[in-house]
């Protein structure tokens, strides 16, 4: 990796790291898998009812393989209890890095629904999270998920 992204990219993890460590022990984490574009591991951290941090660690599967790394903040909007559980939507916005010999930098705009299920502490998601590329040109792109989480208290 060029020296200047090695930077940009320890800038880019303490900033993800930063809003987690100053929230209260008491929240619910959510750890889980998301598949489609990334593909890998999903965390969301609940600040309160209406607000999460999320991040993914994958890997981009698309014409350029690359390490994807993304933290988001969301605002949560309740849609409506369902039979077996509670469905929001979701919108916010986050960083992405993509990491290989040129890296990416860009700013996303995730949306999606959440499903959390009444009777088990699990999650069902999906998003579609349009980005704007910075580094290395700017361009948009975008990238859909669809994912699960088992959510505990920390």
Not at 39 to 56: I, P, Q, R, V
Not at 69 to 81: R, T, Y
């Amino acid at each position: 990796m060029r020296r200047g992204y090695t930077g940009l990219l320890i800038l880019f993890i303490l900033l993800l790291s930063s809003g987690a460590i100053a929230q209260k022990k008491t929240n619910l984490m959510g750890v889980g898998i998301i598949a489609g574009e990334p593909t890998g591991f999903s965390l969301k951290y609940w600040t309160n009812k209406g607000t999460a941090f999320d991040a993914g660690l994958g890997w981009s599967f698309g014409n350029q393989r690359r390490l994807h790394i993304h933290g988001d903040w969301l605002v949560n909007k309740p849609g409506g209890a369902l039979k077996n559980g509670i469905l929001s939507f979701y919108y916010g916005i986050g960083a992405r890095i993509k990491v290989r010999d040129e890296s990416k930098i860009g700013i996303r705009i995730p949306t999606g629904i959440d499903f959390i299920l009444k009777k088990s502490p699990l999650d069902i998601f999906a998003e579609v999270v349009p980005i704007l590329d910075v580094v290395p040109e700017t361009k948009i792109s975008f990238n859909l998920g669809i994912g699960v989480r088992y959510y505990f208290r920390t």
